[in-house]
């Protein structure tokens, strides 16, 4: 009896190892996707009435979940506005318009109000007529860029990315600001574009790509069957 090749033994070996990885990186699409259906079914079925969270009360907002849809009252802050770079619609970058909106003296939330083109497009209004806005939580993101995140001109501020925790701590306002910001959703006369998009891929591409991690598994499979046939034929 002729022992097998120890090459086919080494090639076994990662094979198995490539299969696993396969298999693992597409049971991680597939969470992502029941993780992303989540979201896009809490978003549907938020209804027309809002949580109404008291105006001088940041850790109550703070403590709601993600995707949670509320009302608060009070003002925009337009001189402190952000401009958050590099925001994708209609075939061309643009900026999200980011404003503080206060509730009390030593509190405030950010709020998205959507995509502009430029931020000389953006009006500020020193305006403190409290009105009611709603809007739906998003979580600060905390992520790694290259440079400041934070760069000023001599007409606006632009930030890479909304972290509200960074911002708090370079104290660049003059009040609490809740850990959580705000999509605005009403009223529309108060915000820009408001082509909101909750999550970044969905679930049907992460299904797409753990089909293909799947496929590619079973395509080592079936090389490694491939050649352990003619090695054992060649034995015979």
Known sequence: MNKLPKHLLFLGLLAIGFILLFLKLALWQISRSEEKQQILNKIASLDSSAQTISADNIPQIDTNSEYTKISLQGHFDDPRTLFLAHQYFDHQYGYHVITPFVLQKNAAIL???????EPKNFVVKNNTLEIAVTGVLKNSTRQYIM?????????YTQIQVLDTLELQKLNMMPYQIASKHLKLLSP???GYILDWHWTNMTPQKHYAYAIQWLLLAITVILLYSCLCYKTYQSLK
């Not at 709020?111 to 083109?117: A, H, L, Q, V, Y």
């Not at 440079?147 to 007409?155: E, F, L, M, R, Y």
């Open 147 to 155: 440079g400041d995140n934070v760069s000023k001109t001599a007409n």
């Open 111 to 117: 709020i998205d109000r959507g995509w502009i083109k």
């Open 188 to 190: 529309a006369a108060q």
